[in-house]
């Protein structure tokens, strides 16, 4: 249970004169759940863009699974096991949302151009079997329904929700979310909450977590990490970060004297 | 009197129609790349003319020209088909992997430079001279309803874009490739991060629309038999207004945006005069932009602020 899936070393990102992310350290193990928190502007989502090779790190390392990522692009990233959500909702907006998980699934579709042209049995094989397991995969979501419609024209939430199960279609080990529950209220906050705690324990998922709910993270993470003007400023248990003066300054300090 | 009448509109219509469906094929070229790269592909054009000569030489090689029938026309069509796939993929690697990263402004000016390129190499190493392409379909009328006559070449053009536009849909519909172009197309750096490697969509796509432009070029050597390097100029602009009359980025709109172009520019020659055929494109063009800008099935994008 402890292979070490991500390791991040002195990650530093530089756009101009603005170090968004300085010397950033992490190392995930199968089997965590850590969040990722900061001050709006702190570099989160500019670390998960580092950390899926989005962005190229201009100094430091990351490593999946012990291979280091520098010359990868992201669907290799993708291929290594990792995967992840956008804190601005990024689905394929004018396709179905069947076709939104059946993309992701694609990876691991055995079928060639031939068998879909041959329609060959291989083809109605690994299609019927990418149709039910995303069928699956929505039903956790309870987005079965909506498989027709366009993803675009669902109900926020939905499109929240759906983002995570297009994730889940990678097969992925480890999953980046970034401010899943951004824009939710307290209810849907609570059962998507619920929700990641059983798909973790269902598909042994390993999951990092930015999160602006404090009251969330704390509940339902066992370790957090802070950062801070991209600089990483605490690391421990939910107990130890309630109580670290300088995280109290840079963030929850702040919340505090509201 | 009034009988007369209507048979001379369906003859144009027909006519029209498979004038139409050639824009159509090479109007497809454009939406694909726009759809997935954001980028006007002005080289398509001579993507279009170098598939021309491709078959002409292929075809003056085996002596097609005294063997007309099917099977030449698929000979050409083939050889046009490997030729243009062949240089989409070279312009596409060469020209605008590069530029992947770079302001979208750059890579079209460098299209518009792989467009010149093409032209001037073109009447370099073919000549400038005009070419008679080989007549591998002999136009003759197969039957008439009334006074309206079905020619043979009409019908071949009508039915070869038709089976191409057809396996397009199937190819983008119902396989793993035409998904994974539709995902790149919605969304390219997400498509990346869900596993797909986008390069090889953009390849592909490249292959797709060039060949489409190689299976016109063969249509388009048979209807007009003159051939030259700069014959690509004015029908790739004409397939390129067809395509944003559609909508840019649609496919099912650039087959409509063919087809209307077709039909209107045949009307215009039948009915007032073939001085306005050019003139009429470009007034199509500039009324879509003026009233629609996105095209007729086009969506409008908002930027978002």
Same mark, same amino acid.
């Given at each position: 249970?402890?292979?070490?899936?991500?390791?991040?070393?002195?990650?530093?990102?530089?756009?101009?004169?603005?170090?968004?992310?300085?010397?950033?350290?992490?190392?995930?193990?199968?089997?965590?759940?850590?969040?990722?928190?900061?001050?709006?502007?702190?570099?989160?989502?500019?670390?998960?863009?580092?950390?899926?090779?989005?962005?190229?790190?201009?100094?430091?390392?990351?490593?999946?699974?012990?291979?280091?990522?520098?010359?990868?692009?992201?669907?290799?990233?993708?291929?290594?096991?990792?995967?992840? %959500?956008?804190?601005? #909702?990024?689905?394929?907006?004018? +396709?179905?949302?069947?076709?939104?998980?059946? /993309?992701?699934? &694609?990876? !691991?579709?055995?079928?060639?151009?031939?068998?879909?042209?041959?329609?060959?049995?291989?083809?109605?094989?690994?299609?019927?079997?990418?149709?039910?397991?995303?069928?699956?995969?929505?039903?956790?979501?309870?987005?079965?329904?909506?498989?027709?419609?366009?993803?675009?024209?669902?109900?926020?939430?939905?499109?929240?929700?759906?983002?995570?199960?297009?994730?889940?279609?990678?097969?992925?080990?480890?999953?980046?979310?970034?401010?899943?529950?951004?824009?939710?209220?307290?209810?849907?906050?609570?059962?998507?909450?619920?929700?990641?705690?059983?798909?973790?324990?269902?598909?042994?998922? %390993?999951?990092?977590? #930015?999160?602006?709910?404090?009251? +969330?993270?704390?509940?339902?993470?066992?370790? /957090?990490?802070? &950062?801070? !003007?991209?600089?990483?400023?605490?690391?421990?248990?939910?107990?130890?970060?309630?109580?670290?003066?300088?995280?109290?300054?840079?963030?929850?300090?702040?919340?505090?004297?509201? | 009197?009034?009988?007369?009448?209507?048979?001379?509109?369906?003859?144009?219509?027909?006519?029209?129609?498979?004038l139409g469906s050639i824009y159509a094929l090479i109007a497809?070229g454009y939406?694909?790349?726009?759809?997935?790269?954001?980028?006007?592909?002005f080289?398509h054009s001579e993507v279009y003319m170098v598939g021309a000569?491709?078959?002409?030489?292929?075809?003056?090689?085996?002596?097609?020209?005294?063997?007309?029938?099917?099977?030449?026309?698929?000979?050409?069509?083939?050889?046009?088909?490997?030729?243009?796939?062949?240089?989409?993929?070279?312009?596409?690697?060469?020209?605008?992997?590069?530029?992947?990263?770079?302001?979208?402004?750059?890579?079209?000016?460098?299209?518009?430079?792989?467009s010149?390129?093409?032209q001037?190499?073109?009447?370099?190493?073919?000549?400038?001279?005009p070419?008679?392409f080989?007549?591998?379909?002999?136009?003759?009328?197969?039957?008439?309803?009334?006074?309206?006559?079905?020619?043979?070449?009409?019908?071949?053009?009508?039915?070869?874009?038709?089976?191409?536009?057809?396996?397009?849909?199937?190819?983008?519909?119902?396989?793993?490739?035409?998904?994974?172009?539709?995902?790149?197309?919605?969304?390219?750096?997400?498509?990346?991060?869900?596993?797909?490697?986008?390069?090889?969509?953009?390849?592909?796509?490249?292959?797709?629309?060039?060949?489409l432009a190689g299976v016109a070029s063969v249509l388009v050597g048979l209807k007009y038999p003159k051939i030259d390097p700069l014959m690509g100029m004015l029908f790739g602009i004409k397939a390129f207004v067809a395509a944003?009359?559609?909508?840019?980025?649609?496919?099912?709109?650039?087959?409509?945006?063919g087809?209307?172009l077709g039909?209107?520019e045949?009307?215009?020659?039948?009915?007032?005069?073939?001085?306005?055929r050019d003139?009429?494109a470009f007034?199509?063009?500039?009324?879509?932009?003026?009233?629609?800008?996105?095209?007729?099935?086009?969506?409008?994008?908002?930027?978002?602020?």
């Amino acid at each position: 249970m402890s292979e070490i899936l991500l390791k991040a070393t002195n990650m530093t990102m530089q756009f101009g004169g603005l170090r968004a992310v300085d010397g950033f350290n992490l190392t995930l193990k199968s089997g965590e759940l850590v969040g990722l928190i900061g001050p709006n502007g702190a570099g989160k989502t500019t670390c998960f863009n580092c950390l899926t090779s989005v962005y190229k790190p201009t100094e430091g390392q990351v490593e999946i699974r012990g291979i280091d990522t520098k010359s990868m692009k992201p669907w290799q990233i993708s291929k290594l096991g990792m995967t992840r %959500t956008f804190q601005n #909702i990024r689905l394929f907006k004018d +396709l179905s949302v069947l076709d939104n998980v059946a /993309i992701a699934g &694609l990876q !691991h579709t055995r079928h060639s151009l031939f068998d879909s042209v041959l329609r060959s049995p291989r083809h109605y094989i690994e299609e019927s079997r990418l149709r039910e397991r995303a069928f699956e995969l929505l039903s956790i979501f309870n987005l079965q329904g909506k498989a027709d419609h366009e993803a675009g024209s669902l109900p926020y939430g939905e499109q929240r929700r759906l983002e995570i199960v297009r994730a889940l279609a990678t097969e992925p080990r480890l999953i980046l979310l970034d401010e899943p529950a951004a824009g939710m209220n307290n209810k849907e906050t609570e059962d998507l909450m619920n929700t990641i705690a059983k798909i973790r324990k269902d598909f042994r998922l %390993t999951v990092l977590l #930015i999160e602006h709910d404090m009251k +969330l993270v704390m509940g339902i993470c066992e370790r /957090i990490l802070v &950062l801070d !003007h991209g600089v990483l400023i605490a690391e421990g248990s939910p107990a130890e970060i309630k109580s670290n003066p300088k995280v109290i300054t840079a963030y929850l300090g702040s919340e505090e004297t509201v | 009197m009034d009988q007369g009448h209507s048979q001379e509109f369906i003859q144009h219509l027909i006519n029209g129609i498979s004038l139409g469906s050639i824009y159509a094929l090479i109007a497809l070229g454009y939406t694909m790349v726009y759809g997935i790269l954001q980028l006007i592909n002005f080289a398509h054009s001579e993507v279009y003319m170098v598939g021309a000569f491709a078959a002409f030489y292929v075809g003056k090689a085996l002596g097609l020209a005294d063997h007309p029938g099917v099977l030449a026309l698929l000979v050409l069509i083939f050889s046009a088909v490997v030729v243009c796939s062949l240089l989409g993929i070279t312009i596409e690697r060469l020209a605008y992997r590069p530029l992947r990263k770079a302001p979208k402004l750059n890579i079209l000016i460098t299209a518009i430079g792989v467009s010149l390129l093409l032209q001037y190499s073109g009447q370099i190493i073919f000549g400038a001279d005009p070419k008679l392409f080989p007549e591998v379909i002999k136009d003759s009328p197969l039957f008439s309803i009334g006074t309206v006559e079905v020619r043979s070449l009409d019908l071949t053009i009508l039915i070869v874009s038709t089976l191409v536009m057809a396996g397009l849909h199937f190819l983008v519909h119902y396989t793993k490739i035409g998904t994974a172009m539709r995902a790149v197309s919605s969304n390219a750096n997400v498509a990346n991060l869900m596993g797909i490697n986008v390069d090889r969509i953009i390849t592909y796509t490249f292959v797709i629309g060039s060949s489409l432009a190689g299976v016109a070029s063969v249509l388009v050597g048979l209807k007009y038999p003159k051939i030259d390097p700069l014959m690509g100029m004015l029908f790739g602009i004409k397939a390129f207004v067809a395509a944003v009359l559609g909508g840019i980025g649609s496919l099912p709109g650039a087959m409509l945006g063919g087809v209307i172009l077709g039909l209107c520019e045949e009307m215009v020659v039948g009915y007032l005069s073939s001085t306005y055929r050019d003139a009429l494109a470009f007034g199509i063009l500039i009324l879509i932009l003026l009233l629609r800008p996105a095209g007729l099935l086009g969506t409008v994008t908002r930027e978002k602020v």
